[in-house]
C-alpha cells in the first residue's frame, strides 16, 4: 500500500517535471493575490483592482527560458483569468488565460500558472481577461531579458522603467459592464493614468487639486529603457516626453530598426521601449503626457495623463504649457505614416536566430488567407453585439481546448469564413481552423469608425502593410516584404486595413481579438485553432496536472480547500515533500535554487 502510493507520487512529481521545468532552466515564483482596493486616482475613491495590494500590479521580471510559476489567488467576488499579453506561451495554450483555452478561477480560488517564457525577449503586460476588469486595474508589465550570451542592439541601459498608459472611468467595471450590457455606449474616459496615477497639476483650471500624480526620477547624462504600454479600455494615446527625443528600439519583443521620434502613437494593448538620454540641462522638471488622439482636442483637454520626469539635479518644477501633440487633425496619413515606419532590426539578434521559422518572411508562400472584417456594433437577436466577419463571438461554457482533451462534442464550429459574411450578421462559437506549419495572411479590415487594435495569442506577426480603403488583391503590391515588425498587437486605422501574415508553428487554440476592451465585450473575437495531425508530445505539452474543469467537464473539478491562511492541503503537501525528496534524490536541487 505504502508503496504503491510512493510510485503513484513518484509518477505524479515525474510528469509534474516533465510539465514545466523540462531542461534545466531556473523556476521563477510569483505569488499574486487578487483584491480590490479603494483608489482614487482621479480625485473620486473608487474601487480598483490590486496585485498584492498594489495598483498597478508588481512588474513581473525574468529572463528567457526561464520557468514562471505564478501563484494567483482570487479574492474578488466574481471569477478572474490573468492573460500574459505577448508572452506566446509556446506549445501551451493552456497557460493563455483566456475563456478558450482555461476554466475561470473562481472567486476564493487560487490557481497556478506554469510556463517557460521561450523564445522571447522584450517588453510584454498582463491584465485580468474578463468581466471587463481590466478597466479596473489588475494589470502590471512583464519583462522578459536577454541571457548573457545573447547581444542586445545597444548598450545596457542605466535603468529600467515600466510606464503603463491608459484611459480611466470614475465609474467601476461592473457599472461600466452595465451599461454595455443595456447597449448604451461608455462615453468618454474621466481621464488618462499614468502608472495608475492622475495628471500632474499643470492646470489649475482644467486638474483639481489633491490629485496624486506619477514623478520619475532619473540622474542627469544617462540612458534609461522606457517601456511604455497602453493598457487602458479603448483610447489611442500619443506618448510624449518635453524637451526629450524617444529613441524607439524594441517593440513587443523585436528590436526596431532605432529612430527618434517627438511623440509617438501607442494603441490600447501596444507596448514600445525607448532609450531615454538625460540629455537636457534640468532648469525645471519635464511633463510626461499621453494624450487621447483623434478626438477633438479642446472637448478631451481633461483627459489627458501628465507626469513628471524628475531630473535629480533639477532647479524647479516643470511650468507652461504640456508639449503640444502632433497637429495632423487633416492629415490621416500622418499616423499611418508613422506606423509604417517602424521597422524590424533584421541585423539584430532576436531570442532565436529564426523567430518564427524565417527572417524571410517575403519568401515564404502563403498557404491560407482570412480577410476579417469589422463593423459599426449592431443588434443581434435583440442585443448591441460587436462582429468580425459578421460573426459575434459566443464563448462556449467549455474552453475550446478542453473540449479537444476530452473530446466533447459541439462545444464549437470550426468554420470560421474566410471571407466576411454577406448576409445578416449571427452570435456564434466559431473557430478558425489553422493549418500547423501553414502559412496565413489576414487582412483586418476595419469598418469602424474608431480606431481598434488587434491582438493575436502565441505568435508574433509580421506587420507588412496598411492602408486606407477596402483591401484588395492588388494591395499586396504594398506590401513590405522585407523588414515589417513582428509584434503581437497591431492597429487597425478607421476606414483602413492592414494586412499580416503568421507561420503557425505554435500548436494550440489561440485567441485573436480586438483590444478595444469594449468591442471585445461585445464578442469581437475569435481563435485560431492549430493541430498537429501527427500523436506527439512535442509539438505541445500535456494538458496541466491542475487544470481546472467547468461546463459539460464541471463534474471532474475537485472542490478547492478555501481558507485565507491557505495551508496546502494534505495531499499536496505530501507531494511537496516527497517532490523536495526527489529533487535532492535525482540531485535536482541546483536547479530550483536560482
Ligand atoms: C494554491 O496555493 C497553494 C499555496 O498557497 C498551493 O500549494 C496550491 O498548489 C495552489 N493551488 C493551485 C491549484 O494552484
Ligand atoms: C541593428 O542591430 C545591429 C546589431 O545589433 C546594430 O549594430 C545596428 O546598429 C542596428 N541598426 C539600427 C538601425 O538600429
Ligand atoms: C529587471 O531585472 C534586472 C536584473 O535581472 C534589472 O537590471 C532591471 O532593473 C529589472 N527591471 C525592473 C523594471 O525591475
Ligand atoms: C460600483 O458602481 C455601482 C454604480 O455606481 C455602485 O452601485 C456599486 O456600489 C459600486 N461597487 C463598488 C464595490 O464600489
Ligand atoms: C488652463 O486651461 C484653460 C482651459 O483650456 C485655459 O483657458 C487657460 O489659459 C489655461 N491656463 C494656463 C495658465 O495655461
Ligand atoms: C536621437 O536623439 C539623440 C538626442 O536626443 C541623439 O543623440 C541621437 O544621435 C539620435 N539618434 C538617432 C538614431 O537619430
Ligand atoms: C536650458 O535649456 C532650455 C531649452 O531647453 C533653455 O531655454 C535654457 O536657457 C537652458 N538653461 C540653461 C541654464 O542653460
Ligand atoms: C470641438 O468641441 C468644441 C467644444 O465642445 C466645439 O465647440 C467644437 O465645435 C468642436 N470642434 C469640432 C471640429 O468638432
Ligand atoms: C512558392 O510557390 C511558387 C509558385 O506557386 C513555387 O514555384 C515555389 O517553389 C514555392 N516556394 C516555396 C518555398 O515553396
Ligand atoms: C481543418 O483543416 C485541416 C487541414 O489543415 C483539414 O484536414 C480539416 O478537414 C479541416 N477541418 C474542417 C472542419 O474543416
Ligand atoms: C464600410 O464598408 C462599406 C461597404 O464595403 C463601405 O461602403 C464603407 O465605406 C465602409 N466604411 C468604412 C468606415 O470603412
Ligand atoms: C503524451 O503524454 C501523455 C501523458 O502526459 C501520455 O498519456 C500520452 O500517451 C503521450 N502521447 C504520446 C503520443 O506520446
Not at 306 to 328: E, M, Q, R, W
Not at 406 to 411: A, C, M, R, S, T
Amino acid at each position: 500500500m505504502a508503496l504503491s502510493k510512493a510510485l503513484f507520487f513518484f509518477l505524479v512529481n515525474i510528469s509534474f517535471l516533465l510539465t514545466f521545468s523540462y531542461a534545466a532552466d531556473p523556476l521563477v515564483s510569483y505569488n499574486f493575490e487578487v483584491s480590490y482596493i479603494t483608489a482614487s486616482p482621479l480625485g473620486v475613491p473608487q474601487q480598483v483592482i490590486a496585485i498584492n495590494g498594489e495598483f498597478p500590479g508588481p512588474v513581473i521580471n525574468v529572463t528567457t527560458n526561464n520557468n514562471v510559476a505564478v501563484n494567483v489567488r482570487n479574492k474578488l467576488d466574481e471569477s478572474l483569468l490573468i492573460h500574459w499579453s505577448g508572452i506566446q506561451q509556446r506549445r501551451s495554450s493552456w497557460q493563455d488565460g483566456v475563456l478558450g483555452t482555461n476554466c475561470p478561477i473562481p472567486s476564493k480560488w487560487n490557481w497556478t500558472y506554469n510556463f517557460q517564457v521561450k523564445d522571447q525577449i522584450g517588453s510584454f503586460f498582463y491584465f485580468p481577461s474578463l468581466h471587463f476588469q481590466r478597466a479596473a486595474g489588475g494589470f502590471g508589465g512583464f519583462i522578459v531579458n536577454n541571457r548573457e550570451i545573447i547581444p542586445i542592439p545597444f548598450d545596457t541601459p542605466d535603468g529600467d522603467i515600466v510606464i503603463l498608459i491608459g484611459d480611466w472611468y470614475t465609474r467601476n467595471h461592473s457599472a461600466l459592464r452595465k451599461d454595455l450590457d443595456a447597449g448604451k455606449d461608455l462615453g468618454m474616459p474621466d481621464g488618462v493614468l499614468i502608472n495608475g496615477k492622475g495628471p500632474y497639476r499643470y492646470n489649475d483650471t482644467l486638474v483639481p487639486d489633491g490629485i496624486d500624480h506619477e514623478k520619475i526620477e532619473v540622474h542627469p547624462g544617462k540612458t534609461y529603457r522606457i517601456r511604455v504600454h497602453n493598457v487602458g479600455v479603448s483610447t489611442s494615446l500619443n506618448f510624449r516626453i518635453q524637451s526629450h527625443n524617444l529613441l524607439l528600439a524594441e517593440s513587443e519583443g523585436s528590436y526596431t530598426v532605432q529612430q527618434n521620434y517627438t511623440s509617438l502613437d501607442i494603441h490600447v494593448g501596444q507596448s514600445y521601449s525607448f532609450l531615454l538620454s538625460t540629455d537636457q540641462n534640468a532648469s525645471t522638471d519635464y511633463y510626461i503626457v499621453a494624450s487621447a488622439r483623434f478626438v477633438n482636442e479642446s472637448r478631451w483637454q481633461r483627459v489627458t495623463g501628465v507626469g513628471i520626469l524628475h531630473y535629480t539635479n533639477s532647479k524647479g518644477n516643470a511650468v507652461g504649457p504640456l508639449p503640444p501633440a502632433p497637429d495632423d487633425q487633416y492629415d490621416k496619413t500622418y499616423s499611418m505614416n508613422q506606423a509604417r515606419s517602424i521597422r524590424w532590426n533584421v541585423s539584430a539578434s532576436g531570442a532565436r536566430p529564426n523567430p518564427q521559422g524565417s527572417f524571410r518572411y517575403g519568401s515564404i508562400n502563403v498557404t491560407e488567407i482570412y480577410v476579417l472584417k469589422n463593423k459599426p456594433l449592431e443588434k443581434i437577436g435583440g442585443k448591441r453585439r460587436a462582429t468580425l466577419s459578421g460573426l459575434s463571438f459566443v464563448n462556449p461554457s467549455t474552453p475550446i481546448r478542453l473540449a479537444d482533451q476530452f473530446k466533447v462534442k459541439e462545444v464549437y464550429k470550426l468554420n470560421f469564413p474566410t471571407k466576411p459574411l454577406t448576409g445578416p450578421s449571427r452570435a456564434e462559437t466559431s473557430v478558425i481552423n489553422g493549418t500547423y506549419r501553414g502559412f496565413m495572411e489576414i487582412i483586418l479590415q476595419n469598418n469602424d469608425t474608431k480606431m481598434h487594435t488587434y491582438h493575436m495569442s502565441g505568435y508574433a506577426f509580421f506587420v507588412v502593410g496598411m492602408d486606407y480603403g477596402d483591401w484588395s488583391e492588388n494591395s499586396r503590391g504594398t506590401y513590405n516584404k522585407w523588414d515589417g515588425i513582428a509584434r503581437s498587437t497591431t492597429q487597425v486605422y478607421p476606414g483602413a486595413w492592414t494586412a499580416i501574415l503568421v507561420s503557425l508553428d505554435n500548436v494550440g487554440v489561440w485567441n485573436i481579438r480586438t483590444e478595444n476592451l469594449d468591442s471585445w465585450y461585445l464578442g469581437q473575437e475569435t481563435y485560431i485553432r492549430v493541430v498537429n495531425p501527427e500523436a506527439t508530445n512535442k509539438t505541445e505539452l500535456p494538458m496541466p496536472d491542475n487544470a481546472l474543469f467547468c461546463g459539460a467537464l464541471q463534474k471532474m473539478q475537485k472542490p478547492q480547500h478555501i481558507s485565507s491562511a491557505a495551508p496546502p492541503i494534505k495531499g499536496n503537501r505530501l507531494k511537496l515533500l516527497f517532490f523536495t525528496w526527489l529533487m535532492f534524490t535525482c540531485g535536482l536541487v541546483p536547479i530550483f535554487l536560482h
